[in-house]
């Protein structure tokens, strides 16, 4: 089982400790009571879904023995007009850069980790469309 803590500090900032041992902290907007300090937590989710797609993506890359230089993934959403305001639309871009990448290669990584590994998208499939493309550049 995995477990996390999340434990107001003031206003509308939360630290939430990992089972890992590590926090992360979290605001909310001035609007609703935050002072701006951190990320929001939907903000978060996207963030998580980025970071477990690229570890998949750059770990089967580099097993295909790819020489990548640089590795970006790029995730923005839209997000429903009324409450609970659930992301409606994700897009991962990956920005790959390297020398003498092998298309096949990068475009087999991202499926996989799209189709197969990435939990986060896993679990934000069938609540919101994610959509997902590559772009490679040469060094």
């Known amino acids: ?29 001035p609007e609703f009571g935050g002072e ?5 937590p939907t903000e978060l989710v996207l963030m998580g879904l980025g970071g477990c797609t690229g570890m998949d993506v750059i770990s089967i890359l580099r097993k295909k023995r790819q020489d990548v230089t ?8 839209e997000r429903a007009d009324s409450h ?7 897009h991962v871009e990956y920005i790959v850069t390297g020398k003498d990448l092998s ?11 799209m189709d197969k590994y990435c939990s986060v998208k896993a ?5 919101a469309e994610i959509t ?5 550049n040469s060094q």
């Open 36 to 40: 701006d300090t951190a990320s929001r």
């Open 70 to 77: 640089d590795f970006e993934i790029v995730v923005s959403a």
């Open 84 to 90: 609970p305001k659930k992301f409606t639309k994700i």
């Open 1 to 29: 089982m995995m477990r996390t803590r999340v434990k107001l500090v003031d206003g509308m900032r939360f630290v939430a400790d990992g089972a890992t041992g590590h926090s992360v902290v979290m605001d909310g907007d």
């Open 123 to 127: 679990t934000l499939e069938g609540v």
């Open 132 to 136: 997902y493309s590559y772009k490679i």
């Open 103 to 113: 298309e096949d290669a990068v475009k087999r990584a991202v499926q996989l980790s």
